[in-house]
């Protein structure tokens, strides 16, 4: 008996619905669809206007992936968050590695022409770490991402200063994860063999997990 909270998926970086297919939750989930982001926008404003694609009243469920995260945290200060499920995705600014947060701080993405802030397929496959079987899924997710949104968002992770405590959080994270490494503490779950793409080619594993918080965190409020 899952929660009767709306249940918000917010995909990772430029991704949307499709990555959140595989979830056994996924047709109570409401997705979050990234919207373009105005030229110097910071991520608490950006965050805002994208709760106007929540309706709901009441206190909401959030799923994050990666990048999105960062936008589940600005919600929390924006919304009435229940609980929040941190998939492959960072907690802290701290867990941003120092090299990151160093090219961050120099602002070189800024100036790099939007056509070369692709790297080639066969890098991304390896740093996503997807299977065979869900290559095809993971190219036509990254032919679709906007590369001025790319452009915009990769300053903002790696410059990202939220250190706001969670009000409620399950985190799940893979223990081969080569895009955002998986930290030694404060992971509910670790996915051994889990690699960035996981909440796809490892649905398998994730699915029990959340069926079983989300039965719980129903449970909490009777």
Not at 63 to 76: D, N, R, T, Y
Not at 86 to 109: D, T
Not at 133 to 157: M, N, Y
Request: glycine share 6%; aromatic share 10%; proline share 7%.
């Amino acid at each position: 008996m899952p929660t009767s909270k709306p249940i918000i998926g917010i995909p990772g970086l430029g991704a949307d619905y499709r990555v959140f297919q595989h979830l056994s939750i996924y047709p109570k989930m409401q997705i979050i669809e990234w919207i373009a982001p105005v030229s110097g926008e910071t991520i608490q404003d950006y965050s805002k206007r994208l709760t106007a694609q929540i309706e709901s009243k009441e206190p909401i469920v959030l799923v994050a992936v990666s990048f999105g995260g960062l936008i589940a945290k600005e919600f929390v200060r924006l919304l009435t968050v229940k609980h929040t499920f941190l998939i492959s995705s960072v907690a802290q600014p701290a867990e941003i590695s120092s090299l990151y947060r160093i090219v961050g701080r120099l602002g070189i993405f800024s100036k790099i022409p939007t056509k070369w802030l692709m790297p080639p397929i066969g890098i991304l496959q390896y740093l996503f770490g997807t299977d065979k079987k869900h290559r095809s899924l993971l190219r036509s997710i990254i032919r679709d991402t906007s590369p001025e949104f790319v452009q915009w968002a990769i300053p903002v992770l790696l410059t990202w200063r939220n250190e706001d405590p969670w009000i409620s959080y399950t985190r799940i994270h893979g223990d081969r994860d080569r895009m955002l490494s998986c930290p030694r503490n404060g992971v509910d779950y670790r996915i051994l063999g889990g690699h960035h793409f996981m909440i796809v080619d490892r649905a398998g594993e994730i699915n029990p997990i959340l069926e079983e918080e989300l039965y719980r965190n129903a449970v909490s409020e009777t």
